[in-house]
């Protein structure tokens, strides 16, 4: 079993980076000397980071659209995946898309998604995205 005291200690030697670094070795490393070069992450880690990062994007599209809450679950994930991939600032600029959604158009709202930048860079996601918002259900 790993001891408090042992993480502190190598804590205290290594040092915390929240960005990836090149350590003494010449190796991108994260976190507490975290060689993410060789080891990478795990699964569990790529899962907790997932989950924060769609939690953040959340909270920015009900901090800055609050007809957020006025969406069913299915399109409420459209615009949260959108903010995870393109930012809170890129998803602002979807200025139709946000109009259609206060009427409640979700078919207008789906053509502005489409008619888009990103829908053409980003392949099956934004097919798959766009019938989601359409017709509200995964």
Not at 33 to 39: A, K, L, S, T
Request: charged share 30%.
């Amino acid at each position: 079993m790993i001891q408090k005291e042992w993480k502190e200690m190598t804590k205290k030697f290594e040092g915390v980076s929240l960005k990836m670094y090149k350590c003494p070795a010449g190796k991108w490393t994260i976190g507490v000397g975290h060689n993410i070069e060789d080891n990478g992450i795990t699964e569990d880690m790529a899962d907790y980071i997932l989950e924060r990062d769609l939690r953040e994007a959340e909270i920015q599209v009900r901090t800055k659209f609050p007809t957020y809450y006025k969406l069913n679950e299915a399109r409420q994930f459209v615009l949260v995946d959108l903010c995870f991939n393109i930012g809170i600032n890129r998803f602002l600029t979807f200025k139709k898309m946000l109009a259609a959604l206060v009427k409640g158009d979700y078919h207008t709202a789906a053509i502005e998604l489409q008619d888009s930048k990103w829908y053409r860079q980003v392949g099956n996601r934004g097919k798959i995205l766009c019938e989601i918002m359409r017709k509200g259900v995964y």
